[in-house]
């Protein structure tokens, strides 16, 4: 990509991610907000200008020792700041207002924008964009805000270096000089002065500082990879200590820390430079307006109150030039949160475009209907091929063959959610299907909201609960129903799998998937809930991968999945389907 074509597509990365929310349905609100707080940045860019003005009344004061003057222009200060602090305040408070609404519109969005079409889960399959809480979370805060911050203090700029350019131009007055035996007047002089040195400053600190851009957009990944390996500790605490794997975990940690460390030592070598060159030229634009101005005063061209107002005039107008310089680290973390940002929704965009060769329909049929289906693995290996059969209402079927021919992988189309590969599978319309995965997922919250997921805690009676933990085994649950917990920590695998067993009596669906569902059961155990299953869902249809062929004897037909019957060299799986 050339340079040219760089800068247009990151224009429109920008555009297009800032744009939506002004033309939203909350723009009136966003805009008039917007409004009020840029008439309050002109307010106390106004008020400045009569700081200027007091300055050089308060120092001819003090110059002619005139202490009435001087005792009135106090009075005078406390008019001035009263009400500029007032403003200042209110701009504050109206600009982080006018950022939570932003963010909290934009997070809403990115959210149910990662959530739809399972996005999420094709991503992660892909391994197409990392790290997706940081972007939504961290990135999506450091948009709203810089932006924000950025415009708000290029405009207070541009009004300030309008306001007072014309001022500085007035009170410097020409400066001649002779070149060549000819004499040069140079009208406003100071103004000239003040765009040279903000123009070189900032092309200094431009120059020093390029490198931050990329260095902060590589920290926060960094820092979001090394958040992501202490979390899969917490999650996997148990399994980790058992292994005693704290060496390795420690190891893993230390890497990826390292990559905190060493660019965090890059940043703090640019920002070193930048410091330096910044710092100085703070410090050199405090004396620079009085050397400049100094040879007139000394001559009595101008009184000492002048020669404060050109200072206090030259510090605004050389602010306001600077505007580039002051916020360059903010820009430089700003324009990384754009490139993260673009990055994940081009990713989002990818995965919602991803094309489902697996066409997965819901028609007026009355069992579920696989059609030619083949599935292929995300690098494009083939893993099943030709699979046709039929779910009929109060099925059962258990399905079976050697680990990773693909199984997991079959419910996964049927589910919708796997799109490689190809053939037709048809649902009926209004049938409620229900996948169990051999893990189930617990959300933290209380054990009711855990057994409900996730339908609202809500939508089962206390009653009905209690009723189906007692008959999955889990009668010392049955008195937790508001206890809050991280019930996927709190409860081993096999309670973990009888509280999934419940959920599915408490939704009553018309086709159930288990999937290794009862794994980490005991054999008792689990034919008594298989037996519950046929008492409780007599009209459902019940689809099992199983290893265990004790649960044989609760299923009509069994799909089997080899390849024993294949070419050499061909290792895709094949379906014969047997009775029971």
């Known amino acids: 990509m050339t340079a040219n074509k760089k800068k247009a597509f990151d224009r429109r990365a920008i555009w297009q991610l800032i744009k939506p929310y002004w033309i939203s349905e909350e723009r009136w609100k966003a805009w008039g907000l917007l409004a009020v707080i840029i008439a309050l940045v002109l307010v106390m860019v106004y008020i400045n200008v009569l700081f200027t003005d007091w300055n050089r009344t308060m120092y001819d004061s003090i110059q002619n020792k005139d202490y009435v003057a001087f005792k009135r222009l106090l009075w005078q200060f406390c008019y001035l700041a009263f009400p500029y602090i007032v403003v200042a305040t209110a701009r504050v408070y109206l ?35 990392d790290n ?23 405009i207070s700029s541009a009004v300030t270096l309008v306001s007072f350019v014309g001022i500085l131009w007035a009170i410097s007055g020409p400066v001649s000089f002779a070149l060549m035996n000819h004499e040069l007047i140079i009208p406003g002089y100071m103004v000239w002065f003040a765009i040279a040195y903000a123009g070189v400053g900032s092309w200094i600190i431009w120059w020093i500082g390029k490198p931050l851009v990329v260095q902060s957009f590589n920290q926060e990944r960094f820092e979001a990879n090394y958040r992501f390996g202490l979390i899969r ?13 704290e060496r390795r975990e420690r190891g893993e940690l230390n890497l990826r820390f390292e990559d905190i460390r060493q660019n965090w030592w890059a940043i703090m070598r640019t920002t070193k430079s930048l410091n330096i060159a910044v710092n100085f030229y703070a410090q050199f634009a405090n004396i620079f307006p009085l050397l400049v101005a100094a040879p007139r005063y000394f001559s009595g ?44 929704n081009l990713a989002v965009e990818q995965a919602q475009k991803q094309p489902a060769s697996i066409s997965v329909e819901r028609n007026n049929v009355g069992a579920i209907l696989l ?37 997991s992988t079959l419910f996964r189309a ?17 049938s409620k299907l229900m996948f169990v995965p051999q893990s189930s997922y617990l959300p933290i919250g209380t054990l009711r909201s855990a057994l409900a997921y996730p339908a609202d805690e809500g939508a089962y009676t206390d009653l009905a609960m209690r009723h189906y933990l007692d008959l999955c085994r889990l009668s010392h649950l049955k008195d937790q129903l508001d206890v809050y917990n991280n019930w996927g920590n709190r409860l081993s695998p096999g309670e973990q799998q009888r509280l999934a067993f419940a959920r599915v009596f408490l939704t009553r669906p018309e086709v159930v998937f288990l999937d290794e569902a009862s794994s980490a059961m005991d054999g008792e155990t689990e034919e ?45 799986s094949r379906l014969s389907i047997q009775p029971l």
């Open 132 to 154: 997706p809480d940081q972007r939504i979370a961290e990135d999506l805060r450091s948009l709203t805000s810089s932006t924000i911050s950025l415009v708000l203090g290029f």
């Open 414 to 430: 049927i589910a919708g959610i796997w799109p490689y590969g190809g053939g037709d599978i048809q649902i009926p319309h209004k």
């Open 301 to 344: 061209a101008i009184t000492l109150g002048v020669l404060m107002q050109i200072s206090s005039a030259f510090g605004q107008v050389q602010d306001a030039l600077s505007w580039f310089i002051n916020t360059f680290t903010t820009l430089a973390d700003w324009k990384a949160s754009i490139n993260r940002l673009a990055g994940f």
């Open 95 to 129: 600009t982080q207002s006018l950022q939570i609404r932003w963010r909290s519109w934009m997070t809403d969005k990115y959210m149910a924008k990662w959530l739809a079409h399972q996005a999420y889960y094709r991503m992660e399959q892909g391994h197409i964009a």
């Open 528 to 572: 008594a809930l298989y037996s519950l299953l046929q008492e409780e869902l007599p009209q459902s249809a019940i689809v099992s991968i199983a290893h265990r062929e004790t649960v044989a004897r609760y299923h009509q037909q069994r799909w089997h999945f080899s390849n024993r019957d294949n070419a050499p060299g061909d290792s895709v």
């Open 233 to 245: 500790i917490r999650e996997h605490a148990e399994a980790i200590a058992l292994y005693r794997g």
């Open 371 to 407: 059609e030619k289906v083949d599935l292929a693995l995300p690098d494009g290996s083939a893993l099943i091929a030709g699979v046709n059969g039929t779910i009929h209402f109060g099925d059962r079927i258990l399905v079976s063959g050697p680990s990773g021919c693909g199984k």
